[in-house]
């Protein structure tokens, strides 16, 4: 998490194809029965898959939002001022449109903001300006894991450039994508304390293990690495900090959870659990 710092969502690539779905070795039910985010099971038992969001033309007139409000958890401060804390809850039917690129109403002008600070966003080029075991092993693999953000994605970025502007001072969130076990919702857990960072995990993982103990299966940890316009070491590289490795692979074998999530907005590295140990980690 922390200041120097993914996932993807299989639809197109091998629907009819399963494989086990994690530590459990348990066979997934067929993508008929299961949301798009099931598919993406299938991508930790290889690295070599590559496979990307819906395309915009296959998920027709659904609109990219969250359908419902969410429960909100814990607050503690004004939702705009640093340092204040939010952890709250979304609970909807899966559908394509999460998986998409579908923009979320107003996106456009993150978009611009975005260019307007950065120029170029070109996910490898902060990989590339910021070498190291991390960014390399993503940029090396970038052709597989980075995508551009997806609807869910972007919905979770918004959630928190909404609270404090990205560009003006960027802040961090953390958040974790479930299945419920009969495969037809998700469950979002989102977690931020307003920082330029976001330590400690635990109000947003510790309902997401539990989950995990009553049957739901942890899709994905999602985080945002912000672009910093000025300050070139972080600016929007989608590489896992050496805290976020520590996490994923520890988190991992907690609760099975499938990929890494590591977003700035635009281009988001979907990260297979498999890799995760192949990533530098905190001494
Ligand atoms: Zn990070």
Redesign the pocket.
Known sequence: ??R??GRQVCVRARPARRVPTGDDGKAATGPQILGPFARVAGLVASLAIACGPVPAQAIGSQTCAFPTSPSVLMAEGEPHAAGSKLLQMWEFDDAPVFASEAEPAGYEAFRRRAAAAVGDTDPLRPLRANPGRNNDLVARHAGAWVRPATCLQKLLQKAQDDRIDTFASPTEFMAFVLRSPDGARLRVYFYTANFDG?GRVGPAAEPAARDHAAGWTVLAGV?N?NFHPHDPTLNGAVG??LP?AQFNLRFHAQTGMAEAW?TNGLHTAQIPAAAFPLFEQTP
């Open positions: 998490m922390d120097d710092p976001i985080h690495h896992p900090s976020d590591i």
